[in-house]
């Protein structure tokens, strides 16, 4: 009891002391609220290193990237480590818009900028991998910047004209100049839709069937992304060759063509020759070289008038030829015997 | 309750005139509360966080204080009593690039009455028989705080009250030494009421459950143990 006396006021004999005792233990009420310093320390991992990131997007290797019309410029990166948080595109130096997303996917719409020449610079963000608070609420990060060079082609879209080249018809198209091209893929109109008549990685194509009964083709272009861009297309009209008639007297009577301009193209003619005036019915011919231009009339009389109809047949493969549609390959001509 | 207590004060002031003694004395202890809706509400906020927390202190038993005044009898006393009492949880997280702090301060206020009636004695120690009921006033505060690379993002910090009501059972063994009383007390105050925690200044506005939208009730229920040094003013003659 000695003991209590010595530490405890309390303890101190009479009223005044006890009373005293008691409120000077109210004082410190108010101080005695419940506090606690106690914080947990979370494990992070402040020495990560930066990751590799990849870029999927082939056309993206170039320094000069290529965007034709208003289509959305796609890109898609990877990165070897720490997840991708989002990229910030900046153009000609212009506020950054920034995407967020958790695959590395990216789609920058080029819709709103003006034909030519711009700077596009990209900022991409990976998480730094330390798992810290600022780590995760995106506020720590590595960053990766890369500038292009951004060419806008708004008028790629061209129609081709006829062009022949050693008796072939030649199509001839601008160059898709991103390196991210697969092909160009050209189509033909057949009947009723167009079908693939040939696949070229240079811009040109050479159609060894086409023979001057005209035509529509279409060139789109196929990238390594997946994409296809139609490219242009050509309408051809028909380019026939032209039927004359002539005599040479003492000799007879000829029709005669010029020779057909797609002539490497062409497995030769074939004529039907019909005399208007007897009703016999037609003649028919066929001469196996497209180098044979000139046919001899037989049987007809001063004055008679005759009708030739002349094909120019392909070689195989032609596919309008193919399914038998043949008023196309064939001109025709009346002429007047003048003996 | 404050007809009670008004009552009681008056008995008490006049009560030396024919009592056997008057006392006074205080009571320190520890209240274990359960808290049980907040502690929910806690483990939901922690949820929500991003990043890795913890909940470092959750609503621990802590010191209460109880200044008290009574009529003491031979077998039997009645007082009033305040008891300040308080509490609270944190959810914590931090590393070197920023910090995250909730932290939630419960305290109450309770004016009240109580009763005691002596059942037994043995070797100068006397065992006793206790209630007591009153107002349950709770405040709580709510403070939210992060920082990111010394630059804050949050820092928030709101305020809820709650008025509910309390009975508590007890025991308690007595050791009188001179014009002293030395106790040891024990307890379980049982919450009373429906009062939900609301806006300090919006009573509209109450502090509910993420997932059920249920309002949040202080939750004092709990155990609690105490020691209480009484001095008498005025012995019987």
């Given at each position: 009891m000695?003991?209590?006396?010595?530490?405890?006021?309390?303890?101190l004999?009479?009223?005044k002391?006890?009373?005293f005792s008691l409120?000077?233990?109210?004082?410190?009420?108010?101080s005695?609220?419940?506090?606690?310093?106690?914080?947990?320390?979370?494990?992070v991992?402040?020495?990560?290193?930066?990751?590799?990131?990849?870029?999927?997007?082939?056309?993206?290797?170039?320094?000069?990237v290529?965007?034709?019309?208003?289509?959305?410029?796609?890109?898609?990166?990877?990165?070897?480590?720490?997840?991708i948080?989002?990229a910030?595109?900046?153009?000609?130096?212009?506020d950054?818009?920034f995407?967020?997303?958790?695959?590395?996917?990216?789609?920058?719409?080029?819709?709103?900028?003006?034909p030519?020449?711009h700077?596009?610079?990209?900022?991409?963000y990976?998480?730094?991998?330390?798992?810290?608070?600022?780590?995760i609420?995106?506020?720590?990060?590595?960053q990766?910047?890369?500038?292009w060079?951004?060419?806008?082609?708004?008028?790629?879209?061209?129609?081709?004209?006829?062009?022949?080249?050693?008796?072939?018809l030649?199509?001839?198209?601008?160059?898709?100049?991103?390196?991210?091209?697969?092909?160009y893929?050209?189509?033909?109109?057949?009947?009723?839709?167009?079908?693939?008549?040939g696949?070229?990685?240079?811009?040109?194509?050479?159609d060894?069937?086409y023979v001057?009964?005209g035509?529509s083709?279409?060139?789109q272009?196929?990238?390594?992304?997946?994409?296809?861009?139609?490219?242009?297309?050509?309408?051809?009209?028909?380019?026939?060759?032209q039927?004359?008639?002539?005599?040479?007297p003492?000799?007879?009577?000829?029709?005669?063509?010029?020779?057909?301009?797609?002539f490497?193209?062409?497995?030769?003619?074939y004529?039907e020759?019909?005399?208007?005036?007897?009703?016999?019915?037609?003649?028919?011919?066929?001469?196996?070289?497209?180098?044979d231009?000139?046919?001899?009339?037989?049987?007809?009389?001063?004055?008679?008038?005759?009708?030739?109809?002349?094909?120019?047949?392909?070689k195989?493969?032609?596919?309008v030829y193919?399914v038998?549609?043949?008023?196309?390959?064939?001109?025709?001509?009346?002429?007047?015997?003048?003996? | 309750?404050?007809k009670?207590?008004?009552?009681?004060?008056?008995?008490?002031?006049?009560?030396?005139?024919?009592?056997q003694e008057?006392?006074?004395?205080?009571?320190?202890g520890?209240?274990?509360?359960?808290?049980e809706?907040?502690?929910?509400?806690?483990?939901?906020?922690?949820?929500?966080?991003p990043?890795s927390?913890?909940?470092?202190?959750?609503?621990?038993?802590?010191?209460?204080y109880?200044?008290m005044?009574?009529?003491?009898?031979?077998?039997?006393?009645?007082?009033?009593?305040?008891?300040?009492?308080?509490t609270?949880?944190r959810i914590?997280?931090?590393?070197?690039?920023?910090e995250?702090?909730?932290d939630?301060?419960?305290?109450?206020n309770?004016?009240?009455?109580f009763?005691e009636?002596?059942?037994?004695?043995?070797?100068?120690?006397?065992?006793?028989?206790?209630?007591?009921?009153?107002?349950l006033?709770?405040s709580?505060?709510?403070?939210?705080d992060?920082?990111?690379?010394?630059?804050?993002?949050?820092?928030?910090?709101?305020?809820f009250?709650?008025k509910?009501y309390?009975?508590?059972?007890?025991a308690?063994?007595v050791?009188?030494?001179h014009?002293f009383?030395?106790?040891?007390?024990?307890?379980?105050l049982?919450e009373?009421?429906?009062g939900?925690?609301?806006?300090?200044?919006?009573?509209?506005?109450?502090?509910?459950?993420m997932?059920?939208?249920?309002?949040?009730?202080?939750g004092?229920?709990?155990f609690i143990?105490g020691?209480?040094?009484?001095?008498?003013?005025?012995k019987?003659?």
């Open positions: 000695n003991k209590i006396k010595l530490v405890l006021p309390l303890a004999p009479g009223i002391t006890g009373i409120f000077t233990a109210l004082l410190f009420l108010p005695c609220e419940y506090d606690t310093d106690q914080v947990y320390n979370r494990t991992d402040k020495n990560t290193t930066a990751p590799v990131i990849g870029m999927v997007e082939l056309h993206l290797e170039g320094d000069t290529y965007v034709y019309g208003s289509t959305d410029f796609n890109f898609s990166f990877t990165s070897s480590d720490q997840e948080i989002g910030g595109f900046s153009v000609d130096g212009a950054s818009l995407v967020q997303s958790d695959n590395g996917q990216f789609r920058y719409r080029t819709a709103y900028l003006t030519g020449q700077t596009l610079k990209l900022d991409l990976t998480h730094s991998g330390s798992s810290s608070i600022a780590d609420l995106n506020y720590e990060s590595y990766f910047s890369k500038t060079v951004l060419i806008l082609v708004n008028d790629y879209y061209t129609y081709y004209e006829e062009n022949v080249s050693n008796g072939y030649k199509l001839i198209f601008p160059k898709y100049r991103n390196p991210d091209l697969t092909e893929v050209i189509s033909r109109f057949i009947i009723d839709s167009f079908r693939e008549v696949r070229v990685t240079i811009p040109e194509f050479t060894s069937t001057g009964e035509g083709y279409r060139v272009v196929n990238t390594s992304s997946g994409d296809r861009i139609s490219w242009g297309e050509a309408n051809l009209n028909s380019d026939l060759p039927v004359r008639y002539y005599n040479i003492g000799s007879g009577n000829f029709v005669t063509w010029d020779r057909s301009k797609f490497n193209a062409a497995s030769g003619y004529a020759i019909t005399n208007m005036n007897n009703n016999l019915g037609a003649i028919p011919t066929k001469l196996n070289s497209s180098a231009t000139i046919l001899s009339l037989t049987g007809f009389q001063n004055g008679e008038v005759g009708l030739i109809k002349l094909r120019v047949v392909p195989k493969g032609n596919l193919t038998g549609y043949y008023p196309s390959f064939e001109r025709y001509q009346y002429f007047t015997v003048t003996n | 309750m404050k009670v207590f008004l009552s009681l004060v008056i008995l008490i002031s006049t009560g030396s005139l024919w009592s008057v006392e006074t004395g205080i009571q320190y520890i209240a274990f509360s359960s808290m809706e907040l502690r929910v509400l806690d483990l939901q906020i922690k949820a929500t966080i990043f927390t913890k909940i470092v202190a959750d609503f621990p038993g802590y010191w209460y109880k200044p005044i009574k009529l003491a009898y031979k077998k039997f006393s009645v007082g009033i009593e305040y008891t300040f009492n308080s609270g949880s914590s997280g931090k590393d070197y690039s920023g995250y702090l909730l939630m301060r419960i305290r109450r309770s004016p009240g009455i009763a009636y002596y059942l037994h004695s043995f070797k100068n120690f006397g065992i006793w028989i206790s209630s007591s009921g009153g107002i006033f709770t709580l505060t709510l403070k939210q992060l920082s990111v690379i010394n630059t804050s993002l949050t820092n928030n910090s709101f305020s009250k709650a509910n309390f009975f508590q059972p007890g308690k063994l050791y009188p030494w014009s009383d030395f106790e040891f007390n024990a307890g379980y049982i009373l009421g429906s939900a925690l609301h806006e300090e200044k919006d009573s509209r506005q109450l502090l509910v459950n997932v059920s939208d249920e309002p949040i009730k202080p004092w229920n709990g143990l020691f209480t040094i009484n001095y008498t003013l005025k019987s003659k």
